[in-house]
């Protein structure tokens, strides 16, 4: 539908009516960040990291560079797919404008999955409109209309986030402690391993935070920590012949015994079992059962 560039910032802004994985792929290599919205009245499966997921009617979900995606055959999802890169847009630089990190993008410790509200369909639907109208324009002020129509999409997304994926959160104020953790644990998760640390550097103590998390998420910060070695540990399990002594180094604990408690812990498998499962055609969900990779085979 669109495809946006400005070549002197290698700025680089997509919108299309469908998301495919050899998109995904190819858009890898640009450091691509995407929207994902269903707007299809089907419910539609992919893996997302070798987990399973289910993207119902009306839910938008979030990705980068830093995933990998595998779909069901060739055919393309009928996603409503908003891509961008740094250039083009920078979610970091501009996180007091949209507060989004650690809630949909980087930091945020699983998949998100956003609902769109029945009242709020004709929103979604009318800057959907809008989008489209904005594809066909071909003048010097297109990249300022495209990135105001970026910031107002993330925000409203972001919005509906807060209430739905964090606890007895009214105001913006309570989110963002906890979006300020996640964006850390991102940043430091190879050399920071206790609440402790991340504390210090919030200026909190690690009781006011644990106490906090427990108000208002539905971890603790401590699995926070741990699910990001995990998820990183099962990356590299999966994409890499490295040992599992060499994944336990490149995310920063000591040796391979401490990865394995870590996956017996977590997952009630060792991360010997998570690759051979991998390998034979099995997946292991976070619970410890088995997801066959027949659908999406």
């Known amino acids: 539908m669109l495809d946006y560039r400005e070549p002197e910032l290698g700025a680089i802004f997509r919108i299309h009516d469908t998301f495919s994985q050899a998109f995904f792929e190819q858009s890898k290599n640009e450091d691509l960040i995407h929207v994902l919205w269903n707007r299809s009245d089907q419910t539609h499966r992919f893996y997302v990291d070798d987990q399973l997921h289910c993207l119902e009617p009306n839910q938008i979900c979030t990705l980068t560079y830093?995933?990998?995606?595998?779909?069901?055959?060739?055919?393309?999802?009928?996603?409503?797919?908003?891509?961008?890169?740094?250039s083009f847009y920078c979610i970091l630089d501009h996180d007091d404008e949209v507060s989004c990190n650690?809630?949909?993008f980087f930091g945020a410790q699983e998949f998100p999955l956003v609902n769109i509200p029945t009242e709020e369909k004709s929103s979604f639907e009318l800057l959907h409109q809008v989008w489209l109208e904005e594809s066909k324009e071909r003048d010097s002020i297109q990249g300022e209309m495209l990135r105001s129509l970026l910031k107002r999409y993330i925000i409203k997304v972001t919005r509906l986030a807060r209430i739905q994926l964090m606890r007895n959160v009214e105001r913006k104020e309570q989110s963002d402690l906890i979006r300020r953790f996640n964006v850390l644990v991102d940043q430091y998760f190879r050399e920071k391993r206790q609440v402790g640390d991340y504390a210090e550097l919030l200026h909190k103590s690690a009781k006011t935070l644990s106490n906090y998390f427990r108000l208002h998420y539905h971890k603790s910060p401590l699995e926070v920590i741990q699910d990001r070695q995990l998820l990183e540990a099962k990356r590299l399990l999966l994409h890499s012949e490295l040992s599992v002594k060499e994944v336990a180094w490149q995310i920063g604990l000591e040796d391979a015994?401490?990865?394995?408690?870590l996956f017996k812990h977590r997952e009630l498998q060792s991360p010997k079992q998570f690759r051979e499962l991998a390998k034979s055609g099995k997946i292991a969900t976070t619970s410890g059962n088995v997801a066959v990779k027949q659908a999406v085979a």
Not at 66 to 86: D, E, H, W, Y
């Open 66 to 86: 830093l995933n990998t995606v595998r779909t069901q055959g060739q055919m393309p999802l009928p996603f409503f797919s908003v891509s961008f890169n740094r």
């Open 102 to 104: 650690g809630i949909l």
């Open 257 to 261: 015994g401490s990865l394995h408690r």
